[in-house]
C-alpha cells in the first residue's frame, strides 16, 4: 500500500468544492455518508453518479465532466475497474487532486491501473484510507483506524497535521460545552 502524508491530506482538504464519484441515494451508500460528513464539515459537496440528480439536497451530475463549475478535488468511491475512466475525467476536468477511497478490506478504488492514469495525467492521488479519518475532530472508529494505520506506518503524521487536530480539536470542545454563547458575553442570568 502506498504511504499517505498527512500534509497531502491537508493540502486536498484545504479546498473547497469536492466531488464525491459514486454517492447514491442508497441509506447504506458510505459515498453518501461521506457526502454527508464533507457538508457538515463546511465543504460544498458535489455527488456524482449517473442515475443521482438530488442527493441530499444537492444537485449531482452524472460524470465529473458534466459539473459546470470547477472542482478542487475528487473523492472516488467506486470499484478498481471503473476508476480509470474517472480519472480521464477528472483530467478533463482539470481536477489535479484526488483521494482514492479504501475503506476496511477489500481494495476499494485503488488499483496499479488507476495509480498509472493519475501518474500519467499529473493527477496527486491520495492512495487508499478514508477521508472521514482526517476530518477534525475524529471520532470513534475512524480515530481508531486512522491511530492503528499510523502504528502500521501507512499514514504519516506530521507537524501540521498535529496542530491542525489539536486546534480543532479545541474548537469543538469549546463549541461542544457552549455551542451558543449569547452575543453580549453575559451569561443567561445576564451577569
Known sequence: MTRITED?????????????VGASTSKDSFGRTVCRALADHGYDVVPVHPRVALLDGRRGYPSLTDIP???DSVIVMVPPDAVPAVIEDAAAAGIHQVWLFKGVGGAGSVSDEALAACERHRIEPIAGACPLMFLEPVRGVHRFHRRIRRMKGDVVRTHAMRESELALTARADRDRQDPDPPADGLGADGG
Open 8 to 20: 497531502a491530506v491537508l493540502t486536498f482538504l484545504a479546498g473547497h468544492r469536492i466531488a464525491v
Open 69 to 71: 463549475a470547477p472542482v
